[in-house]
């Protein structure tokens, strides 16, 4: 069964840190194109942040870059979203999802397209309050 399982959301202040941990079962994310996603209350779902199969130029949204960084941990089949500087804005349920990589790259420049992503957790919330 192919599975992705989110840790590490929680409630922190301004100004804190959380990392998201992504880990997959059942298949090896080495060659899957990995997606973080966040849906707010009252609000769509937004890209956050993307890396491709071939570890190219991640995708950060603008309201996350210079703060978040997506990285991937090969050997333990995780796939980690760290969280600095947060804001109450960026309070959230955070969901990671992935796709074969040979039918989806990421692009810089380009937020995700959750549509293409075929695998999903089961989000984490993450809460940046006082």
């Known amino acids: 069964q192919l599975q992705l399982v989110e840790s590490g959301g929680g409630l922190v202040q301004p100004g804190g840190s959380l990392r998201l941990s992504c880990a997959a079962s059942?298949?090896?994310?080495?060659?899957?194109?990995i997606g973080w996603f966040r849906q707010a209350p009252g609000k769509e779902r937004e890209g956050v942040s993307c890396?491709?199969?071939?570890?190219?130029?991640?995708y950060y949204a603008d309201s996350v870059k210079g703060r978040f960084t997506i990285s991937r941990d090969n050997a333990k089949n995780t796939v980690y979203l760290q969280m600095n500087s947060l804001k109450p804005e960026d309070t959230a349920v955070y969901y990671c999802?992935?796709?074969?990589?040979?039918?989806?790259?990421?692009?810089?420049?380009?937020?995700?397209?959750?549509?293409?992503?075929?695998?999903w957790g089961q989000g984490a919330l993450v809460t940046v309050s006082e």
């Open positions: 999802a992935a796709t074969p990589g040979r039918y989806y790259y990421c692009s810089a420049y380009v937020p995700p397209a959750y549509p293409q992503f075929e695998y």
């Open positions: 890396i491709s199969s071939n570890d190219g130029s991640p």
């Open positions: 059942g298949f090896t994310l080495d060659y899957y194109a």
